[in-house]
């Protein structure tokens, strides 16, 4: 299966459906959280769509039952909700892209082509970053400090390589943003903000470092602060 789609809005669901099967992706819809959920976790689809309200178990936790469990697949939410706390909460979570209903389904298709596109390029000709004891292999999308893998969502995980690859210099948001968003995403760089945050909790305040620096009026940049233990 290419894509699954968890919305109980049967008018949407079905649209999506049908529209993603006319752009020639196999597509699974399910209608309440715990089956999706449970579809996720034994499947390796390319992308899910998930809606945040959705009966039984809502999109928020299918979200964050799938990170913990180790599920790494993109996941692109869907809600009626609007705002930046909205927004931030669902990426907390560990979704990479969120869309506001009511969405353009052009818009919705250049997301899920990103997503898709972005996590074959990851997979193809990894490569190992280093900065310090904290590592990052972009093949096989996996991360950690020495030993201790950490888990990331893809979206975590390219914003990570962008700063990694910059190999200590700066690297403004807009930068980070035009690199790792699609050009369809409309939002201002405050989501960079966000997705900082979620790393530094991540991979710097269980290890007592502080491995991701602001550069104020500038943006940030990736350091090696091995001797910053707790």
């Known amino acids: 299966m290419d894509i699954l789609v968890i919305e109980d809005d049967l008018q949407i669901g079905s649209a999506l459906r049908e529209g993603l099967r006319g752009e020639g992706y196999s597509v699974e819809h399910v209608t309440d959280g715990l089956t999706g959920l449970q579809l996720a976790q034994q499947h390796p689809y390319q992308v899910i769509v998930l809606d945040v309200m959705l009966p039984g178990v809502h999109g928020y936790r299918v979200c964050a039952e799938l990170r913990r469990s180790g599920v790494t697949t993109p996941i692109l939410m869907l809600t ?21 209903k009511p969405f353009s389904y052009v818009v919705l298709l250049a997301r899920l082509r990103a997503l898709i596109r972005r996590r074959g390029e990851s997979g193809a000709g990894g490569r190992l970053l280093r900065a310090g004891d904290l590592w990052l292999d ?16 893809a979206r975590e ?16 948001k807009q930068d980070v943003l035009d690199e790792v968003w699609d050009h369809a995403y409309d939002g201002g760089t405050s989501i960079i903000e966000v997705y900082v945050s979620n790393l530094r909790r991540k991979i710097d305040a269980p ?21 910053s233990r707790a």
């Open 157 to 172: 995980l390219m914003v990570l390589a962008v700063l990694a690859r910059a190999g200590g210099q700066v690297v403004a």
């Open 80 to 100: 009626a909700k609007d705002g930046e706390y909205d927004e931030a909460e669902g990426l907390d979570t560990g979704a990479d892209d969120y869309l506001t």
């Open 207 to 227: 290890f007592g470092r502080r491995s991701i620096e602001t550069v104020h009026g500038a943006g940030y940049r990736l350091v090696d602060d091995s001797a």
């Open 138 to 153: 972009t093949g096989t999308l996996r991360c950690g400090r020495g030993e201790q893998e950490i888990a990331l969502t």
